[in-house]
Structures are given as structure tokens and as C-alpha cells.
């Protein structure tokens, strides 16, 4: 982690490695946290919002907020090397879709639910209608 050891707080900056066949984190979104990669050696396939894109050194992915969905996967023959930067807000809602999974963050405790379990609360789907 780059950003820790350089004293940062609020922002996260890591060097990643991925060996060949391996993947970053599962296809996921975000809704409070933006996040970027910097490509620096290698070559891998970018998934953004269900298309695949072939990434290679000087390519740059940033995702506002909310995101689309994305990932990083290796599918060459060499390590794929990349710097990877986000936001640390306190609190994060990232969606798994391929997963059909929400991961909820509030500082340091993270959950899991399964989307099918979400509830909608508020607004309510059918707003109740004015009685004549």
C-alpha cells in the first residue's frame, strides 16, 4: 500500500502485481467512492459495464460515482502490474452483480447481503394515492 505508507488518509494507493490467469477483485460497483488504474506493465482485460476492453502499460480506468461495474483479469503470459487509487469514505455500498451480492462498509465492519434480501424502504414503489 503506497498510500499507507506515504501517511494518506483519506485516499488509498496500492501497486498491484497479478500473475497470469488470476483476477482483481470480482466485478463490483460503487456507489459512495471513486476509484482508478493505471496500467503500468503488461497486458490484462478490462470488463466495463459488461464489455471487455484489452488494457496494456499506459492505459487509464477511472470510475465515478456510482460506478459501472468493472474488473481486471490477466489473461497473458507475463504479470500484469498496475497502480489502483479509491476514495476511503466511512461509509461504501459496492454491488457484486455477477454475484447477486451488496457489500455494505461502515468503517472498519463490512456486510454482505444477498441483493435478493434488499428491501426497498424508502421511496416506496407505489406512493399511496390521495383518497377522492
Known sequence: ???????LERMGVHL???LPGKESCVYHTHTNEEEWL????GRGVAEIDGREHGVGPGDFMGFSTPSVG???RNDGDEDLIYLVGGERKEVEIAEF????KIVIRSGEAA???DREDVQRIWPPEDPPGEEV
Do not use: E, K, N
Request: proline share 4%; net charge negative.
Open 16 to 18: 498491484i502485481r497479478l
Open 97 to 100: 452483480p455477477h454475484l447477486g
Open 1 to 7: 500500500s503506497l498510500g499507507d505508507a506515504a501517511g
Open 38 to 41: 493505471f496500467i503500468l506493465a
Open 70 to 72: 468493472h474488473h481486471l
Open 111 to 113: 456486510d454482505m447481503v
